[in-house]
T-cell receptor
C-alpha cells in the first residue's frame, strides 16, 4: 500500500466515451503529477500541479484535461481518445515541485 | 539535451547471483539520480536516491553508485532472489527540473 492511490486500476473505454482517472495522495505533499507510460518509451510527464496550480503542460492533446481541486486530489478527464492513448497512466506526488516523487500503482487504460 | 540509457535492456540470471545494472547519462549537471523498481503493470517504487554530492547509497541488498564525471550509475543487487524480478528504471534530475527517464532493465531471476 502506498501513500498515492489511483482509481480505477483498469479501464476500457470506447473512443466516444468520457471517463476520469482519480489520484489521491495521503502524504501531505504540495505537488502532483500525471505521467504516461507506453511500451518501449520512457515515461512521459504530462502535467504538473503545485499548490493546485498547473505549472507544466507538456504539449498534451486537449482530449486529456487535468483537474486539481485541492492538494490531495488530482483527476485526469478523458474524452474522445484514440487507440494510441492506450497506456499505463501514473500519478505521483512530491513534497515540493520537482523533489523526490512517490508513485501510485497506475491505471491501465485501453481505448477500443 | 539530457539522455539516459540503461544497459542491458533485459537480463536473466539464476537465483543467488550478484548482478549489476547500468545507467548512463549524457549531461553531468544533475541534481540527483534515482533508481526505481516496477513490477509488471504496476506503479513505481523508489529504491534509492543519490544526491549529486554523494557517491553511493545502500539499502539492504541494494547498492547504487554515482560517478557524475563519467555520467554513470550502477545498481548492484547482491544474492539475487526470484522476488527481485521486475523492471528497474533509472531517472536523473537536472536542477529544479523534471526527471529524465531511461527505458529500464527487465530483470528475471530464475529459481
Amino acid at each position: 500500500e502506498t501513500g498515492v492511490t489511483q482509481t480505477p486500476r483498469h479501464l476500457v473505454m470506447g473512443m466516444t466515451n468520457k471517463k476520469s482517472l482519480k489520484c489521491e495522495q495521503h502524504l501531505g505533499h504540495n505537488a502532483m503529477y500525471w505521467y504516461k507510460q507506453s511500451a518501449k518509451k520512457p515515461l512521459e510527464l504530462m502535467f504538473v500541479y503545485s499548490l493546485e496550480e498547473r505549472v507544466e503542460n507538456n504539449s498534451v492533446p486537449s482530449r486529456f484535461s487535468p483537474e486539481c481541486p485541492n492538494s490531495s486530489h488530482l483527476f485526469l478527464h478523458l474524452h474522445t481518445l484514440q487507440p494510441e492513448d492506450s497506456a499505463l497512466y501514473l500519478c505521483a506526488s512530491s513534497q515540493e515541485e520537482y523533489t523526490e516523487a512517490f508513485f501510485g500503482q497506475g491505471t491501465r487504460l485501453t481505448v477500443v | 539535451k539530457q539522455e539516459v540509457t540503461q544497459i542491458p535492456a533485459a537480463l536473466s540470471v539464476p537465483e543467488g547471483e550478484n548482478l549489476v545494472l547500468n545507467c548512463s547519462f549524457t549531461d553531468s549537471a544533475i541534481y540527483n539520480l534515482q533508481w526505481f523498481r516496477q513490477d509488471p503493470g504496476k506503479g513505481l517504487t523508489s529504491l534509492l536516491l543519490i544526491q549529486s554530492s554523494q557517491r553511493e547509497q545502500t539499502s539492504g541488498r541494494l547498492n547504487a553508485s554515482l560517478d557524475k564525471s563519467s555520467g554513470r550509475s550502477t545498481l548492484y543487487i547482491a544474492a539475487s532472489q526470484p522476488g527481485d524480478s521486475a523492471t528497474y528504471l533509472c531517472a536523473v534530475r537536472p536542477a529544479g527540473r523534471k526527471l529524465i527517464w531511461g527505458l529500464g532493465t527487465s530483470l528475471a531471476v530464475n529459481p
